[in-house]
């Protein structure tokens, strides 16, 4: 019995390695069957190291193979480069128009400024002074003053120009000094050296409270002969009273000379 069980063994084992050198002889008959004639094997290329480390090129499909696509001519741009290229033209035309607008409010600014700067400011002229000599000049002036010992006197001021060919003008303008007064126009009159003159003089109200004030009476002018002197006498006829003092006349004298 044993020795048929060994023989079975040896048997099965047999098959078994027969049908394993069977499947390996048909797996070596595929690997090395030709390719067919339409086909051509294509040997892997060996690649360097350095051609290994270096980025693997970027495929590109020629235009014909999208479809619909056809190639523009030669020497033209694809619409979709003109119309980038237009987009970044009017852009960049924007902005230089942008700048140039700047740059010429820039500078219209800094010619507004230079107009201000060649502007002249106007001056005013000083009045004209008299000249110190001959026609118009000034031959003498002077002042003088009332006392009445109470709040209300009479100033006269004068002056003396010369007006050619031995004549001389005497101008003369009075104002009243005081603190409150109530009067209405009342006469002037004016006596120097032979030569009198009475005028209007104006009417004045000042209110109580006021403290001292001065209000414009006369001015007047007469003509007398060049180097004429002597003393002016100026009465305003007041005819009234003032702080509990009669003052008919308010009268104010002093020297006058045309040399």
Known sequence: ????????????????????????GHLAGRETTSLPSSQTAVAS??????????????????????????????GRKSSSS???????????????????????????????????????TPVTAPPTEPPSSGVGSILSSDSFSSDTGVGLNLNVSWQATDLGGGRARITVSGSVSSYSLAVMSLPVSIDFAGYST?????????????????????????????????????TWTYGGSYSDVELPEVVASGYVYTS
């Open 1 to 24: 019995m044993k020795m048929q069980r060994a023989a079975i063994l040896v048997l099965a084992l047999s098959l078994i390695v027969g049908a394993e050198a069977m499947l390996m």
């Open 45 to 74: 290329p060996s690649v360097s190291p350095d051609e290994a480390a270096s980025p693997a090129p970027i495929a590109t499909m020629p235009a014909t193979a999208i479809p619909g696509y056809t190639s523009p001519p030669a």
């Open 82 to 120: 003109s119309s980038s290229s237009s987009s970044s033209s009017s852009s960049s035309s924007a902005s230089n128009d942008s700048n140039s607008s700047y740059d010429n409010d820039y500078y219209d600014e800094n010619d507004y400024y230079d107009d201000d700067d060649d502007y002249e």
């Open 198 to 234: 009475t005028v209007t003089g104006n009417s004045i109200d000042v209110s109580s409270g006021s403290g001292m004030t001065s209000n414009s009476l006369f001015s007047t002018s007469f003509d007398v002969d060049a180097g004429t002197e002597g003393d002016m006498i100026v």
